[in-house]
């Protein structure tokens, strides 16, 4: 072993997952953001992480549900996309010290070993809850597999969906459709590049057209390149990878992430094609409603999404027995509830995504209606004399919090200084001395000091009080 990968492992104790986890996190490309850094627009490899929060989060073991929607989840699904990133080429779309600083820091060989050492703590801790969620099909035969797929497509097919209804229902409706995009460009791209992966290989024999399926999937998504760039231009955004990296849900990531993993991990074969049947699922049930919320939110009309979708449930049928067939002649039973574990657990995270974006949407779209419920439930508090837990912060100027969620419900109160705080990268949100607003849990957002000097308190609200408000 060269003295390099001999150093970058000297001191780590393989036991001990949470070392290898901040040892990965402590990349440069990683840290935590800095105030010009909100967006990275020109800078690929930029993707904070907040590894300081690392110190108290635990990765050495599976993550229970009740906590799919905060903070370890979403550090989580950010370094492990950077782990599953650090395999595919990314170039910045112009040349700069930045970038080129971090991108060395990307693909290094330190990053590399780190990745392979970390992957496999992370994925254990986000996926493992995936088998207590997951609903067995019940039964061995693809026809019941297909019956499934059918039900669900139909399902599909006749919901709004949350997340939609809510973007479309805010009152800034241009804020929300951005906040949508963003949430597409962090899955999207990712779903594609899984199935690209996936494609890579010899086995053809045992899988016919199998791997063609997957390089045309790919090879489609490629050809779609322009079409995805004026989208996010209409919307005055930029196509570079991780632009907007602190504005991702965790579940939006997760998504991606999800496909990462069976298509990385080459013995989730089966699993990965029944998560691919999904995300067809998926792309057809949400093409037209993506396209009224960024139609009606920004003005932008595009031929994208006309080529996502299924023609008919004969086509989906079809698409099954292509995928599902040759293994199950080879293997039997044993791929059909592998393939069914794949799509039931893709469903899963769907419909956590769609829960999660529709409360982001519609708590970013009331912030006054926040900020008059903090200032309500601080007069409850001093009035009754009620003692909760608080966090005081003291912040010099143009000190940045990386976005991030928290694990209850808080308040934000300005005693002394200026702020911005920001949900989106549409607008700020001025905060000065006296001011107030509510958080609820799992609520994405950041802040950055505008004064010399910021101090202010998060108190935390137990659920029983945020429930009288």
């Known amino acids: 072993m ?13 036991q001990d997952a949470n070392s290898i986890v ?86 290094s060989d330190r990053n590399r070993i780190l990745s392979a050492l970390a992957q496999p703590i992370l994925e254990q801790h986000l996926f493992t809850l995936l088998d207590g969620e997951r609903k067995p099909l019940g039964s061995a035969d693809p026809e019941a597999l297909k019956r499934e797929v059918r039900e669900y497509h139909r399902q599909r097919q006749a919901e709004t969906g949350k997340a939609f209804a809510a973007a479309l229902s805010t009152k800034d409706r241009k804020a929300s459709a951005t906040f949508v995009m963003l949430q597409l460009s962090a899955y999207l791209p990712a779903a594609k590049a899984a199935a690209g992966r996936a494609a890579l290989g010899e086995y053809d024999v045992t899988h016919p057209g199998g791997r063609t399926y997957l390089l045309d999937e790919y090879r489609t998504w490629a050809g779609l390149h322009d079409s995805y760039r004026s989208l996010l231009d209409g919307a005055g955004l930029k196509p570079t990878a991780a632009a907007y990296w602190q504005l991702y849900l965790g579940t939006s990531l997760a998504r991606g992430n999800h496909l990462h993993w069976l298509s990385h991990n080459r013995e989730k074969y089966p699993e990965f094609l029944g998560a691919l049947v999904h995300h067809k699922i998926d792309e057809a049930a949400t093409a037209a409603r993506y396209a009224e919320v960024f139609e009606d ?173």
């Open 22 to 107: 901040k040892a990965f996190a402590a990349n440069t490309a990683f840290r935590a953001a800095e105030w010009e850094e909100l967006t990275t627009e020109e800078n690929p490899f930029r993707r904070p992480v907040r590894p300081d929060d690392l110190a108290w989060l635990d990765y050495s073991k599976p993550m229970p549900t009740a906590k799919a929607l905060k903070l370890s989840a979403l550090l989580g699904h950010r370094m492990l996309r950077n782990v599953y990133d650090s395999g595919l080429l990314y170039l910045p779309p112009t040349a700069g010290d930045a970038a080129a600083n971090d991108g060395a820091a990307f693909y």
């Open 2 to 14: 060269p003295l390099d990968h001999a150093e970058t492992l000297a001191g780590l104790d393989h």
């Open 297 to 469: 939110g920004l003005g932008l009309r595009s031929g994208l999404f006309d080529h996502f979708g299924i023609d008919s449930e004969d086509h989906l049928d079809v698409l099954v027995d292509r995928l599902l067939a040759p293994l199950h002649r080879t293997f039997g039973a044993e791929v059909v509830e592998r393939f069914h574990n794949g799509f039931a657990d893709a469903r899963w995270f769907a419909s956590l995504w769609d829960d999660d974006l529709a409360q982001q949407l519609a708590w970013a779209d009331d912030i006054p209606a926040h900020q008059d419920k903090a200032e309500r439930i601080n007069t409850y508090i001093q009035d009754n004399d009620i003692t909760v837990d608080l966090d005081t912060f003291v912040e010099s100027n143009e000190e940045t919090s990386t976005t991030h969620v928290h694990n209850e419900h808080r308040l934000v109160m300005v005693e002394r200084g200026q702020m911005h705080f920001w949900n989106n990268v549409t607008h700020k949100i001025d905060l000065a001395e006296g001011d107030k607003v509510l958080i609820p849990v799992s609520r994405l957002h950041g802040s950055t000091v505008l004064s010399g000097e910021c101090t202010y308190h998060q108190p935390i609200i137990p659920e029983e009080m945020y429930q009288r408000f």
